[in-house]
């Protein structure tokens, strides 16, 4: 299928999906290092102040946050051109002469538990039914999707609707997204989507990247977090991905304009021990 037709499906029915963009050995290699980073870090995650939903609750699932700096593939990942060329089109569109950047607004990676029910469906754009889209979330499956342990679950069309879904409603029209490891999955922020249930308890890691329009708040400060080795070895378009080049200015004696020509690293900053 062709870029342009999965940008219609984008626009039209909210998601489109694609065959693998990596292979199994990288699938195997990536979910090494994901299982290793949970296990080395997830007693040090602070607390989620927002359970209403029970998004990311430590108790329904393992979570990796801010990939960019546990390893220079997955930022390889999120720069993979099969993505950016659907991605890129999609969300520059309305903005002036089609020209705004795309950035990086979160990089986390989700395991769901064994019989801790679903996810509330939800949208991750905050405000539904915009005109022109804000977010894309990519979904690359590390392991295989399966409708027993916990595949994506959406709601065709529904990032047209101007409204959140209910609370606690299954909704008829409801699909569940399967795949094979490396497949992609790609859904417009606003359109309603939650994780599934997984019954079985098999390993069911997801690679979850959110592209945003460049002045849309970042999840945490790239700017910030990025070890030195890892900044060394990135290119122009990596460095404007991860919006080192749009954060705020500190006042007006820095600069005026909100992005800059320079790329902003903190060469200090080391990951805990």
Excluded at 98 to 119: C, H, L, W, Y
Excluded at 227 to 245: C, Q, V, Y
Aim: proline share 5%; net charge positive.
């Amino acid at each position: 299928m062709s870029n342009k037709l999965h940008i219609n499906n984008l626009m039209k029915d909210g998601y489109c999906i694609l065959p693998p963009v990596i292979n199994l050995k990288k699938c195997e290699f990536l979910k090494e290092i994901l299982n290793t980073s949970y296990l080395k870090y997830k007693d040090l995650y602070a607390k989620n102040s927002n359970s209403k939903h029970r998004l990311n609750h430590q108790d329904d699932e393992k979570i990796v946050y801010n990939l960019q700096n546990k390893h220079i593939d997955f930022i390889k990942m999120a720069s993979n051109k099969n993505i950016l060329d659907i991605v890129n089109p999609y969300l520059k569109t309305g903005s002036y002469e089609q020209g705004d950047e795309v950035i990086i607004r979160q990089m986390t990676a989700r395991n769901p538990s064994k019989d801790r029910g679903f996810q509330q469906l939800h949208i991750d754009s905050r405000i539904p039914g915009l005109p022109f889209s804000i977010m894309v979330v990519a979904t690359i499956m590390i392991d295989e999707f399966t409708t027993l342990n916990g595949a994506t679950r959406l709601i065709p069309k529904s990032h047209l609707l101007k409204k959140y879904p209910q609370n606690n409603k299954l909704y008829k029209s409801e699909k569940i997204i399967t795949g094979e490891p490396g497949s992609l999955l790609l859904m417009d922020g606003s359109l309603w989507h939650g994780g599934g249930e997984n019954h079985e308890g098999s390993s069911r890691w997801g690679l979850l990247f959110t592209y945003v329009r460049w002045f849309i708040k970042q999840a945490f400060d790239f700017t910030e977090n990025i070890p030195p080795n890892i900044f060394s070895r990135l290119h122009i378009k990596e460095k404007t991905l991860l919006g080192l080049n749009s954060h705020p200015p500190i006042d007006e004696f820095q600069r005026i304009s909100s992005r800059s020509k320079e790329f902003y690293s903190n060469k200090l900053y080391k990951l805990p021990m």
